[in-house]
C-alpha cells in the first residue's frame, strides 16, 4: 500500500508564500507520475500542477507563472513552490501519484494514490 503524506500548508496573507511537502512511502521514480490537486467544499476537485518522472511538467492556468512543482528523487519527496498566494488559492492541497502503468498524467481518473490533504488559507 501506497502512503502519502502532505505538509507544509497554513494561513498567509494575500501575495505571501509556501511550500508545501509530500513524503511517498516507495521510490517516487516508480510512479508514472505524481500531481498536486485542490478542492473547496461544495466544488469539484482541480489539478493544480503535474510532473512526470522525464521532468515534465504542467500546471493549470491559474497558477501558472506563480506554483512550480519538483521532487527530490533522494527523499521520496514531491514539493510545490506557491508564490503571490491569491485567496482563490485557499483550498485543502492534496498530493496524488498514478501507478506505472497508468495512461495519463493530467487527467484525475489516472491517479489512485493520495493523501489526507493539508490547508492553505490565503486572506485579502
Known amino acids: 500500500q501506497v502512503q502519502l503524506v502532505e505538509s507544509g500548508g497554513g494561513s498567509v496573507q494575500s501575495g505571501g508564500s509556501l511550500r508545501l511537502s509530500c513524503a511517498a512511502s516507495e521510490d517516487t521514480d516508480r510512479f508514472y507520475c505524481m500531481g498536486w490537486f485542490r478542492q473547496v467544499p461544495g466544488k469539484e476537485r482541480e489539478m493544480v500542477a503535474v510532473?512526470?518522472?522525464?521532468?515534465?511538467?504542467t500546471y493549470a492556468d491559474s497558477v501558472k507563472g506563480r506554483f512550480i512543482i519538483t521532487r527530490d528523487s533522494a527523499k521520496n519527496t514531491l514539493f510545490l513552490q506557491m508564490n503571490r498566494l491569491k485567496p482563490e488559492d485557499t483550498a485543502i492541497y492534496y498530493c496524488?501519484?498514478?501507478?506505472?502503468?497508468?495512461?495519463?498524467?493530467?487527467?484525475?481518473?489516472?491517479?489512485?494514490?493520495w493523501g489526507q490533504g493539508t490547508q492553505v488559507t490565503v486572506s485579502s
Open positions: 510532473y512526470a518522472r522525464a521532468g515534465w511538467t
Open positions: 496524488s501519484a498514478a501507478p506505472p502503468r497508468a495512461h495519463g498524467c493530467v487527467a484525475t481518473i489516472n491517479y489512485q494514490y
